[in-house]
Nanobody, 123 residues
Framework: QVQLVESGGGSVQAGTSLRLSCAAS????????MGWFRQAPGKEREFVAA????????DYVDSVKGRFTISRDNAKNTVYLQMNSLKPEDTAVYYC????????????????WGQGTQVTVSS
C-alpha cells in the first residue's frame, strides 16, 4: 500500500512558477514510477509528466515541454513538478500517481493516487 500526499498548489499570475511536491509512504518508493496528471473542470484527467523509479527516464506531454520539470528524491520518498512560465490553461487539480515499476501516459496504469492540489493561473 502506498499513500500519496500532494502539496504546493496555489493561485498565481501567468508567467510565474510553482513547485508541486508529492510525498509517498512506504519503503519501496524507488520501485514505483511516478506520474503527474491534471484535471480541469468538465475534462478528463490528462497526463502531464512521468519519471521512472531511478529517475533516469522522463516523459512530458508536449504542452509542458520546456516549462515543467519532473524530478524525484528517493531518499525523501518525494516526487516534484517544477512548473515555470505558467499559463491560464495550466489551471487544474494536479494529481500524482504511483505505478509499480512502469508508468505510462494512461491513468489506468497507475495503482495509487493522491488527493490532488489545486493550481489556478490567472492572466
Amino acid at each position: 500500500q502506498v499513500q500519496l500526499v500532494e502539496s504546493g498548489g496555489g493561485s498565481v499570475q501567468a508567467g510565474t512558477s510553482l513547485r508541486l511536491s508529492c510525498a509517498a509512504s512506504g519503503r519501496t518508493f524507488s520501485n514505483y514510477a511516478m506520474g503527474w496528471f491534471r484535471q480541469a473542470p468538465g475534462k478528463e484527467r490528462e497526463f502531464v509528466a512521468a519519471i521512472s523509479g531511478s529517475g533516469g527516464r522522463k516523459d512530458y506531454v508536449d504542452s509542458v515541454k520546456g516549462r515543467f520539470t519532473i524530478s524525484r528524491d528517493n531518499a525523501k520518498n518525494t516526487v516534484y513538478l517544477q512548473m515555470n512560465s505558467l499559463k491560464p490553461e495550466d489551471t487544474a487539480v494536479y494529481y500524482c500517481g504511483a505505478a509499480w515499476q512502469y508508468g505510462g501516459r494512461r491513468p489506468r496504469e497507475y495503482d495509487y493516487w493522491g488527493q490532488g492540489t489545486q493550481v489556478t493561473v490567472s492572466s
